[in-house]
């Protein structure tokens, strides 16, 4: 079987699973399960063949018409280049995880099988963007996900929290894919056709004639889709839906959609040095934001939401420096990581009995009920964290080191101001990163107080895919050397310059972390249990009553457990923070801008325009209709029945008429 004949398989297979799964989830319930892993599982190992056939050779291409179009042609082809392949790969080998997770995570989730459908919907629509060659057919592939999205965040829709969070990511998506189309066509229009290697050529002559307004078209849907500031708002929201979808739409699908896209499509970013610019403004606001806002949250799927938004911003600064190895590098890095991270999250709150890291605080012995996730979440910490020898640790070098470069002036076309800011703002960032994955992983399994609930081993199903993950999170970086070969050819490894500020910053990150929360807990330790302060009660309270709201899921695939004791909580957050917490924890007003700025406005106009129909429009059309009523009702009450009263009006009419005539006559001949 020829390798093009592999590939198309690749993405056919989960769509093919999904179709059935929709069609069989009600009949025949017992098929649900396998056709949910089966195809994606197939799709996974097709992948890793086309992957190694693909070798990080020369692009393979091949391409047929799929319509006749008169100007444009719009093509299904497919272009595996050594970034397509590897993305695949990890698309794959995190969609079959997730399946695998969710047979256990939602066993009793009566909507089971229209959610495996979805899953494989989605799983295969990122595949297609990922190895198709035509912009077109990509954006087929991008709407599918944007949709699936919809469904999956809103898998609760019974509650109000799922509800919004669904239709705040379509909406905010929406937004930037509107600009995103309108540059495609663009792009296409300059270029004479929506093929990937036709528009690279094009710009590689200097074809493009408004290099800056696609570019920055193009990177308005990019920032909605990979959620980045200032479009990144509803992805923290996005943490109603089931943890095994955050899973997935983290770490290999929808949000590494658009950094993936500015990767295959980055000759034509570089033809507009404004634009690499606004790129490297938007990662380092993005990187460093995120970070601080993360430092505050107490839901724990909502901290490692924003540590996505920020990795994300590393990859596109990147970009914004002209690297996009180094970008796909910490991809692949970050989304084996991530997906680990969110699974075992999903193994805490299915013991724990809650999401709110405030209310684990409180537990004690939860690392020695789940150990398989107690082990495995440190590993993916640890790489969060980039701390050696770990994948993130080379995977994020890999981002500082391009960063360096372009800063002390080794990049052609590439602004070294653009360096700067993401070497300042990564150097930053990894300080921050660290501080709130420490802070994350004492909250968790360092709490204090009753001892945390025992329910037993957790399914096989879950635990295992946590060390399946666990390996490549552990030994990745080793790619570092081989990686390059499958790129562009540049360097991944880390220099020493780079290494000292980066693991400096996070260990600086850890340790005053982890000082700070052991003063917080010597705090809390003197305060009687069962006496907190009212302030410090209440406040801890708040925090767990929102992260419940903001997590439906907890009440749907948690045990019983019982209720965790009240009292003052080590946060080593509020100390890091300051003043600045109560700003960081509402992810700094954004939402509350927006809704000043955009949606009440728009409601506003709603409202009018909702009166201007009812009131007006609707009085004209009434009047229009009232009229021939009222005549109908004059005639109607002529028409009695009564031949003589008929007769009688005939001859009054008539002896009208001869008078009329008669008086008309009379002032003819007068005149």
Not at 116 to 124: H, I, P, Q
Not at 358 to 367: C, I, K
Not at 547 to 552: I, T
Not at 595 to 603: D, G, K, N, Q
Request: hydrophobic letters at 55%; a neutral charge.
């Amino acid at each position: 079987m020829s390798t093009t004949t592999l590939a198309v398989l690749v993405p056919a297979l989960p769509f093919v699973g999904a179709l059935a799964g929709l069609l069989l989830g009600r009949t025949a319930p017992g098929f649900v399960r396998p056709l949910a892993v089966l195809p994606t599982l197939a799709a996974a190992v097709l992948a890793v063949l086309v992957a190694v056939r693909q070798g990080g050779g020369p692009a393979i291409e091949a391409a047929t018409e799929l319509t006749p179009t008169g100007s444009v042609p719009i093509e299904l082809s497919l272009y595996l280049d050594g970034f397509a392949v590897l993305v695949a790969v990890l698309v794959g080998l995190v969609a079959t995880c997730v399946q695998l997770y969710s047979t256990a995570y939602l066993r009793e989730d009566p909507r089971y099988p229209s959610y495996a459908a979805l899953v494989s919907l989605f799983t295969s629509a990122m595949l297609l963007v990922v190895y198709s060659g035509d912009l077109m057919v990509l954006l087929v592939g991008w709407e599918i996900m944007g949709i699936c999205s919809y469904f999956l965040v809103g898998h609760y829709w019974d509650t109000e929290a799922a509800r919004s969070a669904s239709l705040k990511a379509f909406l905010v998506t929406k937004l930037g894919d509107v600009p995103f189309l309108i540059g495609l066509f663009a792009l296409a229009a300059d270029a004479g056709s929506f093929e990937v290697p036709r528009i690279l050529g094009t710009v590689a002559a200097g074809g493009l004639d408004h290099p800056t307004l696609i570019a920055l078209l193009l990177l308005a849907g990019v920032a909605g889709k990979s959620a980045q500031f200032p479009l990144h708002t509803w992805l923290p929201d996005a943490m109603a839906g089931p943890t095994p979808v955050s899973a997935l739409i983290h770490a290999a699908t929808m949000v590494a959609a658009g950094v993936y896209f500015v990767a295959r499509l980055l000759p034509v970013f570089e033809a507009s040095r404004a634009a690499l610019v606004v790129m490297a403004v938007m990662a380092a606001v993005t990187m460093v934001g995120s970070a601080l806002a993360a430092l505050a949250q107490d839901d724990i799927k909502r901290v490692l939401a924003y540590s996505t938004v920020g990795q994300l911003g590393y990859m596109l600064g990147a970009l914004a420096v002209g690297d996009r190895g180094a970008a796909v590098f910490h991809l692949l890095s970050h989304g084996v990581f991530k997906a680990l991270l969110f699974l075992g999250a999903g193994v805490i709150i299915h013991a724990a009995g809650t999401n709110s890291l405030s209310a684990m605080a409180r537990m004690d012995g939860l690392a020695r009920r789940i150990p398989d996730a107690f082990w495995t979440m440190t590993i993916a910490l640890l790489a969060l964290a980039a701390i050696p020898p770990f994948a993130g640790f080379f995977s994020k070098e890999a981002v500082l080191v391009a960063a360096e470069h372009t800063a002390t002036g080794g990049s052609d076309g590439v602004p070294s101001a653009a360096g700067w800011l993401v070497l300042v703002a990564g150097v930053l960032t990894a300080l921050l990163t660290a501080a709130y994955a420490t802070r994350l992983w004492l909250m968790t399994f360092r709490g204090r107080g009753a001892a945390a609930p025992d329910h037993g081993k957790e399914p096989l199903a879950m635990t295992g895919v946590l060390w399946l993950l666990a390996a490549p999170t552990t030994a990745f970086g080793l790619a570092a050397g081989p990686l390059p070969d499958w790129f562009d050819g540049r360097e991944l490894s880390p220099t020493l310059t780079t290494s000292v500020l980066g693991t400096g910053a996070a260990v600086i990150g850890v340790m005053l972390t982890y000082a700070l929360w052991q003063r917080a807990a010597a705090q809390a330790a003197r305060v009687p249990a069962g006496l907190p302060t009212v302030a410090a009660a209440a406040a801890v309270e708040t925090a767990v009553e929102e992260s419940a709201a903001q997590a439906p899921e907890v009440e749907e695939v948690t045990h019983d457990h019982p209720a965790t004791a009240t009292g003052p909580v080590a946060d080593p957050g509020k100390a890091l923070l300051g003043p600045l917490h109560r700003h960081a924890a509402v992810g700094f007003h954004l939402d509350a801008v927006y809704a000043t700025l955009f949606v009440r406005p728009v409601r506003a106009g709603a409202s009018l325009v909702r009166f201007l129909d009812r009131e007006v429009v609707d009085t004209y059309v009434r009047g229009a209709g009232g009229g021939p009523r009222l005549l109908g009702a004059l005639v109607r009450r002529a028409q009695t029945g009564n031949v003589q009263s008929y007769l009688s009006a005939l001859l009054a009419g008539a002896v009208v008429l001869a008078i009329a005539t008669a008086v008309l006559a009379n002032v003819n001949a007068g005149s």
